[in-house]
């Protein structure tokens, strides 16, 4: 151990035996749930720091099931099934820059702001 830690140990018994604790806010309550609590317990720091700078875990799973509709799409056989798989992608897509919009303020691509007005006025109409 070093210096630093030992003063600082001590110091916090001193604050508790003079009940310095004993008026904080919440003192004697339970604290509040996880919300990664369903995480195991290693990968829980690795999920707070990315959701602390700003990383979405719902993004890299939208990002996936795009790739993935992607893929399928191309290997479609019939153009019912295509068209159909190619509306959910632009619905999932459509969502998709609508997160990254809130979070960041901006349109995750240039052409996709154009698209994304049209779809909104044919979906919300004035």
């Known amino acids: 151990m070093d210096f630093s830690f030992l003063v600082s ?4 018994k001193k604050a508790y035996q003079n009940g310095e604790f004993s008026n904080l806010p919440g003192f004697g309550k339970p604290l509040p749930k996880d919300s990664l609590a369903s995480v195991p317990e290693e990968l829980r720091m690795a999920y707070r720091v990315l959701r602390n700078a700003g ?3 719902g993004e890299d799973k939208i990002r996936q099931e795009l790739l993935s509709m992607e893929d399928l799409i191309r290997s479609c056989e019939t153009s019912e099934e295509k068209v159909d798989l190619q509306r959910k992608y632009n619905e999932k897509l459509w ?4 997160m990254i919009k ?11 702001s154009n698209y994304q ?3 909104e006025e ?3 109409p004035k």
């Open 9 to 12: 140990e001590d110091k916090i």
């Open 55 to 57: 990383y979405s875990l």
């Open 95 to 98: 969502r998709f820059n609508k």
């Open 102 to 112: 809130e979070r960041t303020g901006t349109n995750h691509s240039k052409y996709f």
């Open 117 to 119: 007005k049209k779809v």
């Open 122 to 124: 044919r979906l919300f």
